[in-house]
């Protein structure tokens, strides 16, 4: 027999959900920023760094969607970091006074970052003919600068699949992205100290990076662009 308040009651969960999600993102908000650039977000528009550091106010924060995506990440994250000491987890990483970040996971000679991804991009991860250093290029940029700024030789990335908990792991020898990092670093130090904002530069996400940047608007607007 039907039950008259299933959907009610599904409604009711959802709403609880989205309302706490949406409570912990202005909570996020409200805290003050580090005041310098971050490895996760290496690899990603030079501008959009820019502005992360110096806490410019979000003109496109996410939305609920994009909160629920990213709670079953975090969720994935936290249960495969569960597997490794404490001591392990969490490494805090400084460099001189304008750099700082957290290692998913350090080991004796490698550092490993986690990431949970879908079902599509996982099918995509087991072919033979996968890319990782091209179709990844942030990721990688980003768990091999963590391992560069410790001194480790290699990095290792895992990706896990939402549905079924599968896993891909990419291992990677930090010695070939040295150059890379530098270069990231010299580009972004040097628009810091000389006051200057970078150009608009989406190279994240296949180049569809203005899509889920969170100053898309105040981006387009300067550039005299529409949104669609």
Known sequence: KPNPN????????????DTALLKEQEEKSKRVRSGKFSPSSFGRC???QFWNRLNEPQTNPPDVEALRRFKVG????????????QAQREVKI??????????DIVL??????????????FKLMVKKDYDIKVSKFTNVLQVCSYAYFLGKPKARLIFIEKDALDSKEFVLKV?????????????LRGHWKNESLPAPSPRAYGGKECNYCNFMTKCFKMQGKVLV
Request: with cysteine; net charge negative; charged share 35%.
């Open 6 to 17: 299933k959907c009610e009651e599904e409604m009711t969960i959802q709403s609880l959900i």
């Open 46 to 48: 030079f501008r959009y």
């Open 74 to 85: 975090n969720i994935i994250h936290d249960y495969a970091q569960s597997f490794f000491p």
């Open 94 to 103: 400084l460099v001189e006074d304008d750099i700082i970040g957290f290692a």
């Open 108 to 121: 004796s000679d490698e550092v490993v970052d986690i990431k949970s991804c879908r079902t599509f991009e």
């Open 175 to 187: 010695e070939d992205w040295k150059e890379a990092i530098k270069d990231e670093l010299e580009i």
